[in-house]
């Protein structure tokens, strides 16, 4: 069974330091794929990655970086010198197969960046 | 491209009444679009899948008799909940699975039911 697991349920940073977004996730897939979504305060998501099970390799978008590590089942989520609009809920996932399948949401971490 | 919309974006509602949420994939078809609740400060749960031109699919302690899934048309999909009550008062998340050769789905906007 999939299981997302995040573990922070609420981060506040003042802005300009640099935050990351801890996701651990369980399958039995030996093929998935995994998400970051944020959801701000207006309550749609928004989507920022998605990475297959192939794929290890770090990205990186602006201010946003993503690690990936199979080995430890992690995929955490590092945002750079925080600005207050990225206050939001964000939200890992894990689809199995393929990425079109039904998503299994994490419990999200709610980000607050003070300015 | 890609955009899904829903309607109503918020409806407030009294106890016993039926309200219908509408979930469209406004520039692409979609044989399949997903159900997702996510009650204040939670996370999103997923309800059921929607197939066209078939029965939708309930994820274990999903009332089918309570939340009924229509999915007519290759752009549309409804939700119904009948005889609200305040429990059933939530966040409804629909997604749209892209076209084929697109792995991906999309996220509509989000309907907020009150049921007072």
């Known amino acids: 069974a999939q299981k997302v697991t995040q573990a922070q349920t609420e981060i506040s940073v003042v802005e300009k330091e640099d935050v990351t977004l801890d996701c651990v996730y369980e399958?039995?897939?030996?093929?998935?794929?995994l998400f970051w979504y944020k959801q701000p305060p207006s309550g749609e998501l928004v989507f920022l990655i998605r990475?297959?099970?192939?794929?290890?390799q770090n990205e990186i978008s602006g201010r946003y970086s993503w690690n990936f590590q199979k080995s430890t089942s992690s995929f955490n989520f590092t945002i750079t010198a925080s600005q207050v609009v990225d206050s939001a809920v964000y939200f890992c996932a894990h689809s199995g197969q393929t990425g079109a399948n039904n998503l299994f949401f994490g419990t999200g971490t709610r980000l607050t960046v003070i300015p | 491209g890609a955009v899904v919309s829903q309607h109503p974006s918020r409806v407030i509602c009294k106890s016993g009444t039926s309200v219908k949420i509408e979930c469209r994939s406004l520039?692409?078809?979609?044989?399949?679009m997903f159900w997702y609740r996510q009650f204040p400060k939670k996370s999103l749960m997923l309800m059921a899948t929607s197939n066209e031109g078939s029965k939708a699919t309930y994820e274990q302690g999903v009332e089918k008799d309570k939340f009924l899934i229509n999915h007519a048309s290759l752009t549309l999909s409804t939700l119904t909940v009948t005889s609200a009550h305040p429990e059933d008062s939530s966040f409804y998340i629909c997604?749209?699975?892209?076209?084929?050769?697109?792995?991906?789905?999309?996220f509509g906007p989000g309907t907020r039911l009150t049921v007072l």
């Open positions: 399958t039995r897939d030996t093929t998935y794929y």
């Open positions: 997604s749209a699975r892209a076209p084929t050769g697109v792995d991906e789905q999309f």
């Open positions: 990475r297959n099970s192939f794929d290890e």
């Open positions: 520039d692409f078809q979609a044989t399949t």
